[in-house]
């Protein structure tokens, strides 16, 4: 670009997305004196996902602005937590994410995921279809115009991953009350309803069931319900109301 040149710093939450001479303060940007501040911005590198409030010469403008020359332009990072308005907060995951959205559903948070991969397009119009924020590690993906609401996943760990989710949205914590694998809400059931989807040995050492409403999967306390219920109590520690927890602990067999 060879028009306006305007000042730009970008917020140090961003500097990940941006080439590394930008990540040092203020520096001089040459835009075309056409293209908004949206597309400066994502032509940085930074998805307007990950945009916060975008500020010239102090002062808040919309990504439409078109930036003027010798104009001072800040890019901060989205503010935490984030409100997501015009839908009840639920989440969306690319097909790279498979053990965040378990965590997620072990939480009791509504995340809808696919171990298949059905393309970028697909998942934008499935985000924009249910109003759901689309997670995920792809920059492309996020800038996709058809998408609702995105936000960028900042690591590669599942721990990690998990406690951004959670503390960038905030979302109201249910743990055991929805199925790990595809997302149905559980319901408490008896032994006799589901003993021909038991094995004997469970039927000897459990009491205590529950079933998916959506895929009939049946849930009881076993041997991995001690790791499991350290994801629970870490996150309800951290971003959770002791009130969310419900009587019934469970996992999946």
């Not at 710093?9 to 908004?36: I, K, N, Q, W, Y």
């Not at 002062?59 to 003027?68: F, G, L, M, N």
């Not at 001690?226 to 009130?243: E, H, K, M, N």
Request: proline residues 4%; glycine residues 8%; negative net charge.
């Amino acid at each position: 670009m060879n028009g306006p040149e305007i000042h730009l710093s970008v917020a140090p939450e961003l500097h990940l997305f941006v080439a590394a001479e930008r990540r040092g303060g203020r520096t001089v940007l040459a835009t075309d004196g056409a293209s908004t501040l949206g597309h400066v911005v994502e032509s940085l590198g930074i998805p307007l996902t990950e945009a916060g409030r975008l500020l010239v010469d102090g002062r808040d403008v919309p990504a439409s602005h078109i930036p003027a020359a010798g104009e001072s332009v800040e890019v901060r990072a989205v503010r935490r937590p984030q409100q997501v308005a015009g839908a009840p907060l639920r989440f969306l995951l690319d097909v790279h994410l498979g053990t965040l959205a378990r965590r997620l559903r072990l939480l009791g948070v509504d995340a809808a995921y696919s171990s298949e991969d059905i393309g970028d397009p697909a998942l934008a119009a499935y985000s924009a279809r249910e109003q759901r924020v689309l997670l995920s590690r792809d920059r492309g993906l996020l800038r996709r115009r058809e998408l609702w609401a995105g936000a960028y996943v900042y690591s590669d760990r599942p721990k990690d991953q998990l406690d951004d989710v959670l503390s960038r949205f905030a979302p109201a914590l249910a743990p055991w009350t929805r199925c790990v694998a595809c997302n149905g809400e559980l319901k408490d059931t008896t032994k006799d309803s589901v003993s021909g989807l038991l094995e004997d040995g469970t039927q000897r050492s459990y009491d205590v069931f529950a079933q998916c409403t959506a895929c009939e999967r049946v849930y009881w306390s076993g041997a991995h319900h001690s790791s499991l219920q350290t994801i629970v109590d870490d996150a309800l520690r951290a971003y959770g109301d002791t009130q969310t927890q419900t009587q019934t602990q469970r996992q999946a067999s």
